[in-house]
């Protein structure tokens, strides 16, 4: 194996910081783990003791509502104590260097650090800058990753679909500005999917995405025929420079999921999304609100995957 800056010399997970490079043994483990904490997360007093006394760092350099939150409450059901920095709000705005900061709150006795940063690789940086205790999650980074996004999407996935070995998948849309995306595809690679689809516009595509082991189509009734899962993302307007597109009517107009188009996947495939959601621009409300949707299921999911991959991390 490369050195991977995540896994340890004997192969444990040190950091999450991205799926590329992971073997399916470890996704499925950290898959199983969150699955038995789904009974946690309904029963009455939601809390184990895995990670009392640790101390969490929630460190967004950028926006984020369901993944900081959803990771706040995934500690706080391990009874560890979280701490939460809304970055733009604090010293960075100051002049301090990224590493300065992460210096200062290890000073504190951090022994985690979930961070989200708008340039890719800002996981990677702390990561190899830490203490061997202190550990790291990507919350996404630019382009980049966001693997514990994959993750819960990959237990959502199993959950209706019990498997991946026969299964069909399209992810849709805005691949070219999709940290998601990328940590999709080798998440369902590594875990076997035999059929993995990209449907995008030449434009959101990335210069060499079919070397990743994915068929690309650039129309939507033939990239969706008898599709089990529909994986769609958010047009990343804020991500893009220059036009890539005529307008978000237009985008809607070939690329927006409508009932209409979602009737030539399979009669009971799923329709996912990450969230935010910009309905009437990648997705129609009717969709988005219907019997396939599994949108809300995906970020209740989150939950218990964040908890497995905290616990797992704290334990190695
Ligand atoms: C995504 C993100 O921030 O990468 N959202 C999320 O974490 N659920 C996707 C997006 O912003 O479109």
Redesign the pocket.
């Known amino acids: 194996m490369h050195s991977n800056p995540q896994l340890s010399k004997n192969g444990e997970l040190q950091h999450l910081l991205t799926i590329e490079g992971l073997p399916a043994t470890l996704l499925t483990q950290i898959l199983d783990t969150a699955q038995s904490f789904i009974g946690v997360t309904e029963r009455e007093v939601k809390k184990l003791p895995l990670l009392r006394g640790k101390a969490i760092f929630n460190l967004f350099f950028e926006p984020?509502t369901?993944?900081r939150t959803t990771f706040e409450i995934a500690a706080k059901r391990l009874s560890a104590d979280v701490i939460n920095l809304n970055i733009s709000t604090s010293s960075q705005s100051k002049g301090e260097t990224l590493l300065d900061t992460i210096d200062n709150l290890e000073a504190m006795h951090a022994d985690m650090f979930i961070v989200r940063h708008a340039q890719s690789g800002a996981a990677h940086l702390i990561a190899q800058h830490v203490a061997p205790n202190v550990h790291v999650i990507n919350a996404?980074d630019g382009r980049h990753e966001?693997p514990t996004?994959a993750l819960l999407d990959m237990f959502t996935i199993r959950h209706y679909k019990r498997e991946f070995a026969n299964l069909r998948v399209a992810i849709v849309g805005d691949i070219l500005h999709s940290?998601?995306a990328r940590s999709q595809i080798h998440a369902l690679t590594t875990l076997g999917v035999p059929e993995l689809r990209v449907i995008a516009p030449k434009t959101l595509l990335p210069a060499g995405v079919e070397n990743l082991g994915v068929h690309v189509y650039h129309d939507m009734q033939r990239g969706l025929k008898d599709v089990d899962v529909v994986m769609m993302?958010?047009l990343?307007s804020e991500r893009m420079q220059g036009p890539l597109l005529p307008s978000a009517q237009e985008f809607f107009k070939y690329y927006g999921l409508t009932a209409e188009k979602l009737a030539a996947a399979r009669p009971d495939a799923i329709v996912m999304h990450?969230?935010?959601m910009n309905r009437g621009v990648e997705i129609d409300s009717s969709v988005a609100d219907g019997p396939r949707s599994v949108i809300l299921p995906q970020v209740t999911f989150g939950i218990a995957v964040r908890m497995a991959v905290m616990s797992i991390l704290a334990g190695n």
């Open positions: 984020s369901r993944t996404g966001h996004q940290r998601v993302l958010r990343q990450p969230g935010p």
